[in-house]
């Protein structure tokens, strides 16, 4: 089956800066659209930014816009987010996530999950 293995997640301080990896199990890494949503304590999961299998078209959620920047390198199937500018309300549990179908879905839902990763951000 699919598997998604997040990595990069950390502790860093408000206004630096992190990159998160996805790394995907298939060779048809190429054929699915992803992204990544993050949880915060208390909070419900929410969407932060999806990307299609050719990396052509990208959508972020309002409050990460202008800061986080979502991309894919196939060959190596893996998904990337690089976060700058980060503020301490960017504290979740980030996950990625693929969809089973040929385009990527907006509002983007997703088929696939992987484990999710910690990243905090202190003032």
């Known amino acids: 089956q699919v598997q998604l293995v997040e990595l990069g997640g950390g502790l860093v301080q408000a206004g630096g800066s992190l990159r998160l990896s996805c790394a995907v199990s298939q060779r048809t890494f190429g054929n699915y659209p992803m992204g990544w949503f993050r949880q915060a304590p208390g909070k419900e999961r929410e969407f932060v930014a999806a990307?299609?299998?050719?990396?052509?078209?990208?959508y972020y959620a309002d409050s990460v816009k202008g800061r986080f920047t979502i991309s894919r390198d196939n060959p190596k199937n893996t998904m990337y987010l690089q976060m700058n500018s980060l503020k301490p309300e960017d504290t979740a549990v980030y996950y990625c996530?693929?969809?089973?179908?040929?385009?990527?879905?907006?509002?983007?839902?997703?088929?696939?999950w992987g484990q999710g990763t910690q990243v905090t951000v202190s003032s």
């Open positions: 996530a693929a969809a089973n179908r040929a385009t990527l879905p907006n509002p983007f839902t997703a088929d696939y």
């Open positions: 990307i299609s299998w050719s990396g052509g078209t990208t």
